[in-house]
């Protein structure tokens, strides 16, 4: 009871927990434990033999926060910004720090322009989009769909609903522009 | 080589790419023997983490067989088995000379905030991830470790990322022993967590999600009471209720991001992306533990605001305590522990995917079907 000044007494001794638990207590003392001190100052410990590492070559303008001082002499080399998503992401990176909600909220709309954008572009390709099998929703059957759902006490299954009009909703805009743009299309002709 | 491709919010599918090459002296090149999913990818997958960009490849748990090395690696060979560690660190900048691997300065161009890690946005630094035959390994004389021969490659992989944040994230309680220890998130950190939280000598482990499959779990692998807070009108309560009205010593948020339990908070987040994540079990973890205590953090956030209740971890006098995990730190201990048999890592281990269907290991997972609780991803199955 927190009302006095004893703590509430605990239901196993250690005894009965080492008996029970394997390894309980194996790394009883805080002070012997690998993340204590949360800092502990040994600079050979990780093995790398340099002060400051060698440069990985830039091959295009890397977008950096402006937190940084300089380029990272490491950096990924995944997906250059391309598009009109990049020139967002890149004025997001140029324009504001880390701090500020707009560089977040910049990227995250970057993203949704870079969906549409790569979906758009997939069409010209051997291998368009398909939302069906990436979604992987086709493994609902082979992976008891309803069963994991049904007669469950999970509180998720209401917002799933959400998910496939997340996905779908782009695909339905699309359509229907592309509806609209081939009537503007054939009336014209008329 | 076939690698898992991201095509946007809800939608992946396997591409040919080319070999990842070798871009500074110290890199590797890893060919992939085992990778896995984890709940972090979860929130790259729903489109919740900034600059995600289409055509990444994710993955950040993984071990392989080394392929090629830089002209200045001397501490791997081609041919050694190695297991990686999820963060991407140099080895030898401010917060690496400190044992902070997981805030390397050196490697994430993208943000100061964050460190370096495999497959995980350009926010995390634009590296493509494991979920593919070959990965690109930077500082490759820092981050890998041989496996040892005693350990099987299922529990390597999980060594990567989800048992180091688990034992990680009982260490950030500051456990003591006889404490009370809640565990918000039944997922793999959070089974790992509990578990951890008996090494550290806790009293009681409490084990709270809504899958009660992974409550079953929780229950067998890490001897955790458990508690399904779909049958609670208000968790909180009931927790207050079942420790005298005390409270937990510590509480450690497994869950993260996308955390259920309140459809505002959920939908903000997880489906509009106005928070950078939900803080629903964080808010459940600081109002269930007891005044003075301590809450770990290991669930994952985005970089834009949640609304976090400050006011109560201020009043309640909390430290609240949360990183990255520094992988690599942790492996020693985990060895031995491991070897001593207080636990097996794969035994949460529920599916093993062909990386040829890794859409439909994403779905399964992301939407909790088929008892899934860790899938591990063969590429070349
Ligand atoms: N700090 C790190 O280094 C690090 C490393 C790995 C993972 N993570 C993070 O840890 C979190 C968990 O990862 P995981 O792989 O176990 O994911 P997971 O998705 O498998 O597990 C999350 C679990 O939380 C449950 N849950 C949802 N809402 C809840 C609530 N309000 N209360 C209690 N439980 C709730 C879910 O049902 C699920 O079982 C993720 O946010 C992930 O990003 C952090
Ligand atoms: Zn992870
Ligand atoms: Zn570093």
């Not at chain 1, 398909?130 to 309803?146: A, D, F, K, M």
Request: one cysteine or more; hydrophobic letters at 40%; a neutral charge.
């Amino acid at each position: 009871m927190p009302y006095t000044s004893d703590k509430p007494k605990q239901a196993e001794t250690a005894e009965e927990l080492r008996a029970r638990i394997p390894g309980w207590g194996a790394d009883l003392d805080p002070k012997d434990r690998p993340s204590v001190p949360k800092e502990r100052f040994d600079p050979t410990l990780s093995g790398a033999h340099w002060e400051f590492p060698e440069r990985q070559e830039e091959k295009w303008p890397r977008e950096r926060s402006i937190e940084h001082s300089m380029l990272t002499p490491v950096f990924g080399t995944s997906c250059p910004p391309k598009g009109l998503s990049g020139v967002i992401r890149k004025y997001a990176y140029a324009r504001y720090s880390e701090g500020r909600a707009a560089h977040w909220l910049l990227l995250v709309a970057a993203d949704r322009v870079d969906t549409a954008e790569s979906t758009l572009r997939s069409f010209a390709t051997l291998r368009p989009d398909n939302p069906i099998t990436q979604t992987g929703v086709l493994s609902e059957v082979r992976r008891h769909g309803w069963s994991s759902r049904v007669g469950r006490k999970r509180v998720d299954t209401g917002h799933q609903l959400l998910d496939p009009i997340i996905v779908g909703a782009p695909w339905v805009a699309a359509g229907l522009l592309g509806y609209a743009a081939i009537r503007r299309l054939t009336r014209g002709r008329r | 080589m076939r690698a898992m491709v991201y095509r946007g919010p809800y939608r992946v599918r396997v591409e040919e790419k080319d070999r990842p090459a070798i871009e500074h002296p110290n890199d590797a090149i890893v060919r992939v023997t085992r990778a896995a999913i984890c709940g972090s990818d979860l929130h790259l997958y729903h489109g919740m983490m900034p600059d995600t960009r289409v055509g990444m490849t994710f993955g950040h748990e993984f071990v392989g067989v080394v392929d090629e090395v830089g002209p200045s690696v001397q501490n791997l060979r081609v041919g050694d088995r190695v297991m990686v560690p999820f963060n991407i660190f140099c080895g030898s900048c401010f917060f690496c000379a400190r044992g902070l691997y997981a805030n390397c300065h050196n490697v994430n161009p993208n943000a100061t905030a964050v460190g370096g890690i495999y497959g995980y946005s350009h926010t995390c630094g634009g590296y493509d991830g494991g979920q593919a035959e070959y990965v690109r390994v930077p500082f490759a004389d820092v981050g890998p470790s041989l496996i040892p021969d005693w350990l099987e490659e299922d529990d390597a992989v999980l060594l990567t990322d989800a048992v180091a944040t688990g034992y990680f994230g009982a260490q950030l309680g500051d456990i003591v022993e006889g404490d009370t220890v809640v565990v918000f998130g039944a997922g793999p950190v959070g089974l790992y967590a509990a578990k951890s939280s008996w090494l550290m000598g806790a009293g009681r482990v409490i084990v709270i999600d809504h899958l009660e499959y992974r409550l079953q779990k929780a229950k067998e692998f890490a001897h955790a009471e458990t508690y399904n807070f779909a049958e609670y009108d208000d968790i909180v309560v009931h927790m207050k209720r079942i420790t005298d009205h005390l409270g937990a010593d510590v509480a450690i948020d497994a869950v993260g991001a996308e955390a259920d339990g309140n459809l505002l908070q959920h939908v903000t987040a997880a489906k509009l992306k106005l928070q950078g994540g939900s803080p629903i079990a964080l808010n459940w973890a600081i109002d269930s533990v007891r005044k003075g205590g301590t809450v770990s953090v290991m669930g994952a956030y985005g970089p834009l605001f949640s609304a976090v209740k400050f006011g109560d971890a201020m009043n309640k006098g909390l430290t609240l305590r949360m990183n990255q995990c520094h992988v690599k730190r942790q492996w020693p201990r985990l060895f031995e522990h491991i070897r001593n048999g207080y636990f097996t890592p794969s035994d949460i281990v529920t599916h093993r995917i062909p990386l040829e269907h890794i859409a439909e290991a994403y779905h399964m997972f992301s939407a909790k079907l088929d008892d899934c609780i860790k899938p591990l991803i063969v590429p070349n199955a």
